[in-house]
T-cell receptor, first 116, second 117 residues
């Protein structure tokens, strides 16, 4: 149980285009999803927290107009990188918290974004 | 805010030997969770072991065990009988209790473990 699926696993796009990354909880309802960013050989940095049906809470320094997060249902959260630029190239990982929070968060497989 | 420190950027161990990865954290909370995650080259985050702060007994999962020293705010991971498949990046992580709200994981910078055949 507690499976989180992230799609796409990797994407290449041209500078100036927008890219959407989906994070789905397959067998549980995720009341909260967390989006992380990871640069090569670095740790995971929290970008934002999204709650179903409400606006996401962004960490300091994260541009909310650049990284649009939508959590429209209890099983789906999306991260849209708008007008992507090469510096947005990174690994993006989502993690989900279930309704019966036991402490553990469940991770998607991650999405590698390369902006040319 | 809570912080997690992993002071060993890289470690290596001979196959079948034992290695210990260090982690310290800073918090003013008395109740919390601690985790060790493994991130192989695929970059999928894999939970290795978890510890609830209120439990004095150290968590164990097969070859993996922790030494949890609450007063010292230390949470080290011991890997016994190391295998080639253990080679990965290991992250120590802290999480505030669930009842305090939507709390994320706070990660250390990671320790890259190499296993030598």
């Amino acid at each position: 149980g507690a499976v989180v699926s992230q799609h796409p696993s990797w994407v290449i796009c041209k500078s100036g285009t927008s890219v959407k990354i989906e994070c789905r909880s397959l067998d549980f309802q995720a009341t909260t999803m967390f989006w992380y960013r990871q640069f090569p050989k670095q740790s995971l940095m929290l970008m934002a927290t999204s709650n179903e049906g409400s606006k996401a809470t962004y960490e300091q320094g994260v541009e909310k107009d650049k990284f649009l997060i939508n959590h429209a249902s209890l099983t789906l959260s999306t991260l849209t990188v708008t007008s992507a630029h090469p510096e947005d190239s990174s690994f993006y990982i989502c993690s989900a918290r279930g309704q019966g929070d036991t402490g553990e968060l469940f991770f998607g497989e991650g999405s590698r974004l390369t902006v040319l | 805010a809570q912080t997690v420190t992993q002071s060993q950027p890289e470690m290596s161990v001979q196959e079948a030997e034992t290695v210990t990865l260090s982690c310290t954290y800073d918090t003013s909370e008395s109740d919390y969770y601690l985790f060790w995650y493994k991130q192989p080259p695929s970059r999928q985050m894999i939970l290795v072991i978890r510890q609830e702060a209120y439990k004095q007994q150290n968590a164990t999962e097969n070859r993996f065990s922790v030494n949890f020293q609450k007063a010292a705010k230390s949470f080290s991971l011991k890997i016994s009988d190391s295998q080639l498949g253990d080679a990965a990046m290991y992250f120590c992580a802290y999480r505030s209790p669930a009842y305090s709200g939507n709390t994320p994981l706070v990660f250390g910078k990671g320790t890259r473990l190499s296993v030598i055949a």
